[in-house]
């Protein structure tokens, strides 16, 4: 069993920037495939960036270019560097773990809410 604790989010102005932790416990997150998810009010749950075991990122079109995700397995954390945000980033953001080749999103933090605004 994972746990996952995010940290990191909080309200910044556009253009900003904002750096999210996650911290797993409970089992090596080096097993696992790590995303960063994210839902926004009345909108579904979509996957920002993820980074496989071997250290491979990918991310959705809008966040290519300001958004990156790493992983330190030596500290069981994966982190989500934002910069020049947005108010269409405004959401509450998902740290999972899983087996992405398999479609398997098996663990979920609880979330961070991120706001940008003026």
């Known amino acids: 069993q994972v746990q996952l604790v995010e940290s990191g989010g909080g309200l910044v102005q556009p253009g900003g920037s904002l750096r999210l932790s996650c911290v797993g416990s409970g089992s090596a997150l080096s097993l696992y495939d790590m995303g960063w998810f994210r839902q926004a009010p009345g909108k579904q749950r979509e996957l920002v960036a993820a980074?496989?075991?071997?250290?491979?990122?990918t991310y959705r079109a809008s966040v290519e270019g300001r958004f990156t995700i790493s992983r330190d397995n030596a500290k069981n954390t994966a982190y989500l560097q934002m910069n020049s945000l947005n108010v269409e980033d405004t959401a509450v953001y998902y740290c999972?773990?899983?087996?992405?080749?398999?479609?398997?999103?098996?663990?979920w933090g609880q979330g961070t809410q991120v706001t940008v605004s003026l």
């Open positions: 980074i496989t075991r071997g250290g491979k990122a």
């Open positions: 999972n773990a899983g087996d992405y080749g398999s479609l398997e999103y098996e663990y």
